[in-house]
């Protein structure tokens, strides 16, 4: 089976840094993504990690550890416009599902 | 390229009505997937498709139905709409599934009165 969690709310300060985590639970490991959503919005893709390890990608970042089911999304110099939903998702059933947490609503104050 | 393009971008039913939510991409991506989200939920998987002709479901696919006749299109058809099935649709397709990003239609918004 699978089973993906993530915190329902956070809030952070504008220039400030937030860190998103994600636990996950799947038969069988085929990399994990994130996604971001914007309200009234359909996703985007974020960030894809199938190794351990912190991938890097301008203000955001990734951090996998398979021994350990867990994810991160790292978001620096945080902007107004990082206010969203962040969606932690791994393929299942063989790799042939994308089966998606409930996400993170995240809002940026000043 | 268009991407992911869903019809219709609004929609209310009647109990008891039909519909189909149209989805097509020219990506030339073998995977497509439909789902649902509800208000402050993530999404849940309706059904998935992996090529033309090949169709499976997901973790919530009573109530729905799909083909996939050709490699671009992936509709969803709603029979009998009933008021559990106001929601977001969106529908995405990948190249691969597992380590491709999947890209997403911008979503129908349907509600069912």
């Known amino acids: 089976g699978q089973n993906i969690d993530q915190p329902t709310e956070m809030t952070a300060t504008e220039g400030a840094i937030v860190q998103i985590n994600c636990t996950y639970q799947?038969?069988?490991?085929?990399?994990l993504f994130w996604y971001q959503q914007h309200a009234g919005e359909a996703p985007t893709f974020l960030s894809y990690n199938v190794l351990d390890g912190l991938e890097e990608k301008g203000r955001f970042s990734s951090f996998l550890s398979r021994s350990k089911g867990y994810s991160y999304l790292l978001l620096k110099e945080l902007q107004m416009k990082d206010s969203a939903s962040y969606l932690c998702a791994a393929p299942t059933g063989g790799g042939n599902k994308l089966t998606f947490g409930t996400g993170t609503q995240l809002k940026v104050e000043l | 390229n268009a991407g992911v393009t869903q019809t219709p971008k609004f929609r209310i039913l009647k109990i008891g009505q039909s519909m189909t939510l149209q989805c097509t991409q020219d990506?030339?991506?073998?995977?497509m997937y439909w789902y649902r989200q509800d208000p402050g939920m993530g999404l849940k998987l309706i059904y998935y498709s992996v090529g033309a002709g090949i169709t499976d479901k997901g973790e919530v696919p009573n109530g729905y139905n799909v083909s996939r006749s050709t490699t671009e299109d992936f509709p969803l058809r709603l029979e009998l709409a009933a008021p559990s099935q106001t929601s977001v649709y969106f529908c995405a397709s990948s190249l691969k599934g597992q380590n491709t990003e999947a890209f997403f239609g911008q979503g129908t918004r349907l509600t069912v009165v």
């Open positions: 799947t038969s069988g490991f085929n990399g």
């Open positions: 990506m030339n991506h073998n995977y």
